[in-house]
């Protein structure tokens, strides 16, 4: 994998590709699928990420993708792709990952109500860059 986050069509060609840390790449694949001009069926695509925590799982199921894969996984998100019958892999489980969004995520949240909270978060670490390079 040359990036964080690279999603192949069923060709296995990539057709979105982001580099960066915590859930960004997600949260610009979330914003790149937003777009009309962007709209494609993920569900024939496999998406290849880095670290895959249950935040990460969550926003993969809230986008519709089938089947993925992580360098890293944690339990939880491979539980969570399991109850949601999405086809997973990985090279290496570990029991958590090491971000407060791995524990934000609780086993009986819906996906849109983890989504939601992770949105909420999106915004207010984007508040406090904003105020810290003012």
Known sequence: MNNSLEVYNSDGIIVFERDGKWLHPLFALMDYL???????????CTLHDKIIGAAAAV?????GFRKCHGLLMSEKAAALFKQHEIEYNYDKMVEGIL???????EPNDSINT????????????????????Q
């Open 114 to 133: 983890a989504v939601e909270r992770l949105i909420e978060l999106r915004k207010e670490n984007r508040q406090k860059m904003n105020k810290n390079s």
């Open 99 to 105: 971000c407060k969004t791995e524990k934000m995520i």
């Open 34 to 44: 937003s777009e009309p001009e962007n709209e494609m069926d993920i569900t024939n």
């Open 59 to 63: 926003l993969i199921i809230k986008m």
